[in-house]
């Protein structure tokens, strides 16, 4: 007896799928194993009995609709993140809206690429104070022309609006990770299934899971990633992501303009004047950078330049000048060596990451030049850049010899015998 179910969970070797309001457990044929992107979360199949109460997955039925990201690794990789969905939910924090851009834009044009619905929800909107939370509203009303819906507030809170505005469809919840995805999920699910296969159902965000929720939503649980890796943007694509610089191109002076240094620029004017928003900006020359639409020449940065700017350390709120730093480029706060992750490459100014560099190790280039390790507090990334001349100097000799006074050994035990140093740990 065949019975019509959905994609609950994938596993090695099987598949959980919802049947009639049942968790169901089904061996997985080899050939779906093995395919790319055969088989995903929300996908519609058929199953049957295998022998002794096994069911067994027997085909996959066609999809209504299938949504995809990119893989920077493999630009001409589709990776399928889920199939059958009505919305795409894009969550990013409160904090990430106020220092990045570019994930909703590319989530945006995901969803209007496989034909759904797609909304925004800002996260830990309680952790930030009235003022800031005035000044994202403004930002919001960019968005409201681009989605569906907008959505503010905690994740760990039941969002009744929310739920009321998907009831009764089947929802992909995207996002970074600890943006509060399933959090979200789990404050609009109904009672936990009672079944001995529900725990499953109920698993963290390591793969994708389908949850039944509340006024019969299913709600579609990802893993996070940072970035959906879109690749051959279109100039209308990118159009109705971003209807505001549109607008300014179009009666722009010059053919090839990079509206970030023309004098005369639409686009600069609007930035200059705080008529377009910087991060909208940021997202769109991010965008820019795919090099499938007509803005081709290269970005301006500090690569092949000075950077003459003054900036407030993120970490100690110092006033960092440029003047005393002994070159043309200042990379990192004097007082405290800290950074901010704004580069891919150095002098780029492409990262969206916007996280603290701290500095955690020192070493010396081929002739002599100190420079400092830098690590992400948000993403991990490491990067070496040269002191400067007016760096603090009793703070770069305690970051040197850090590795001799946390040493991995106990240095009572370190003798020295016959002009070698040696460990000895017996009594």
Same mark, same amino acid.
């Given at each position: 007896?065949?019975?019509?179910?959905?994609?609950?969970?994938?596993?090695?070797?099987?598949?959980?799928?919802?049947?009639?309001?049942?968790?169901?457990?089904?061996?997985?044929?080899?050939?779906?194993?093995?395919?790319?992107?055969?088989?995903?979360?929300? $996908?519609? #199949?058929?199953? %049957?009995? =295998?022998?002794?109460? /096994?069911?067994? +997955? &027997?085909?996959?039925?066609?999809? @209504? *609709?299938?949504?995809?990201?990119?893989?920077?690794?493999?630009?001409?990789?589709?990776?399928?993140?889920?199939?059958?969905?009505?919305?795409?939910?894009?969550?990013?924090?409160?904090?990430?809206?106020?220092?990045?851009?570019?994930?909703?834009?590319?989530?945006?044009?995901?969803?209007?690429?496989?034909?759904?619905?797609?909304?925004?929800?800002?996260?830990?909107?309680?952790?930030?104070?009235?003022?800031?939370?005035?000044?994202?509203?403004?930002?919001?009303?960019?968005?409201?022309?681009?989605? $569906?819906? #907008?959505?503010? %507030?905690? =994740?760990?809170?039941? /969002?009744?609006? +929310? &739920?009321?505005?998907?009831?009764? @469809? *089947?929802?992909?919840?995207?996002?970074?990770?600890?943006?509060?995805?399933?959090?979200?999920?789990?404050?609009?699910?109904?009672?936990?299934?009672?079944?001995?296969?529900?725990?499953?159902?109920?698993?963290?965000?390591?793969?994708?899971?389908?949850?039944?929720?509340?006024?019969?939503?299913?709600?579609?649980?990802?893993?996070?990633?940072?970035?959906?890796?879109?690749?051959?943007?279109?100039?209308?694509?990118?159009?109705?992501?971003?209807?505001?610089?549109?607008?300014?191109?179009?009666?722009?002076?010059?053919?090839?303009?990079?509206?970030?240094?023309?004098?005369?620029?639409?686009?600069?004017?609007?930035?200059?004047? @705080?008529?377009?928003?910087?991060?909208?900006?940021?997202?769109?020359?991010?965008?820019?950078?795919?090099?499938?639409?007509?803005?081709?020449?290269?970005?301006?940065?500090?690569?092949?330049?000075?950077?003459?700017?003054?900036?407030?350390?993120?970490?100690?709120?110092?006033?960092?000048?440029?003047?005393?730093?002994?070159?043309?480029?200042?990379?990192?706060?004097?007082?405290?060596?800290?950074?901010?992750?704004?580069?891919?490459?150095?002098?780029?100014?492409?990262?969206?990451?916007?996280?603290?560099?701290?500095?955690?190790?020192?070493?010396?280039?081929?002739?002599?030049?100190?420079?400092?390790?830098?690590?992400?507090?948000?993403?991990?990334?490491?990067?070496?850049?040269?002191?400067?001349?007016?760096?603090?100097?009793?703070?770069?000799?305690?970051?040197?010899?850090?590795?001799?006074?946390?040493?991995?050994?106990?240095?009572?035990?370190?003798?020295?015998?016959?002009?070698?140093?040696?460990?000895?740990?017996?009594?």
């Amino acid at each position: 007896m065949k019975k019509k179910a959905t994609v609950v969970n994938i596993m090695n070797k099987q598949v959980q799928v919802l049947a009639e309001g049942e968790i169901i457990s089904c061996l997985l044929p080899g050939s779906l194993v093995s395919k790319k992107n055969a088989l995903i979360v929300g $996908d519609q #199949v058929e199953i %049957g009995l =295998a022998g002794n109460d /096994q069911y067994k +997955l &027997i085909q996959v039925l066609p999809r @209504k *609709t299938a949504l995809y990201r990119g893989n920077r690794r493999s630009t001409e990789e589709k990776v399928l993140v889920a199939a059958n969905v009505q919305y795409l939910l894009a969550i990013v924090t409160a904090d990430y809206l106020l220092n990045q851009a570019g994930y909703l834009e590319a989530a945006i044009i995901a969803a209007k690429r496989a034909g759904i619905q797609v909304g925004i929800f800002i996260s830990k909107w309680d952790l930030i104070g009235e003022s800031t939370q005035a000044l994202l509203e403004a930002k919001l009303a960019l968005y409201q022309t681009s989605v $569906d819906f #907008v959505f503010v %507030g905690s =994740a760990r809170e039941r /969002q009744e609006e +929310l &739920i009321k505005t998907v009831e009764g @469809k *089947t929802v992909v919840v995207v996002g970074d990770r600890s943006c509060g995805k399933t959090s979200l999920i789990h404050g609009s699910l109904n009672e936990p299934l009672e079944k001995e296969d529900s725990r499953c159902t109920m698993s963290s965000t390591h793969t994708s899971v389908l949850q039944v929720g509340s006024r019969g939503t299913l709600w579609i649980d990802t893993p996070g990633f940072r970035d959906f890796a879109l690749q051959e943007i279109s100039v209308e694509e990118r159009n109705a992501v971003f209807p505001e610089i549109a607008q300014l191109i179009e009666g722009c002076y010059f053919r090839n303009c990079t509206h970030v240094h023309e004098e005369g620029c639409q686009v600069l004017e609007a930035l200059r004047a @705080k008529k377009l928003k910087r991060e909208r900006y940021d997202a769109y020359q991010k965008m820019a950078d795919t090099r499938v639409v007509t803005c081709t020449s290269p970005r301006t940065d500090y690569r092949h330049s000075a950077c003459t700017e003054s900036f407030t350390c993120k970490a100690c709120g110092t006033l960092v000048v440029p003047e005393g730093a002994g070159s043309q480029h200042r990379n990192h706060c004097p007082k405290c060596l800290s950074s901010v992750h704004v580069d891919n490459e150095p002098g780029d100014r492409a990262s969206l990451c916007k996280g603290i560099m701290e500095p955690v190790s020192v070493w010396v280039r081929k002739g002599g030049e100190w420079a400092i390790i830098h690590r992400c507090r948000t993403c991990g990334t490491l990067n070496s850049n040269r002191i400067a001349a007016d760096d603090n100097p009793a703070l770069l000799i305690s970051i040197a010899v850090k590795p001799l006074a946390m040493t991995p050994f106990p240095l009572d035990k370190l003798s020295i015998k016959d002009g070698c140093s040696e460990i000895s740990f017996g009594r």
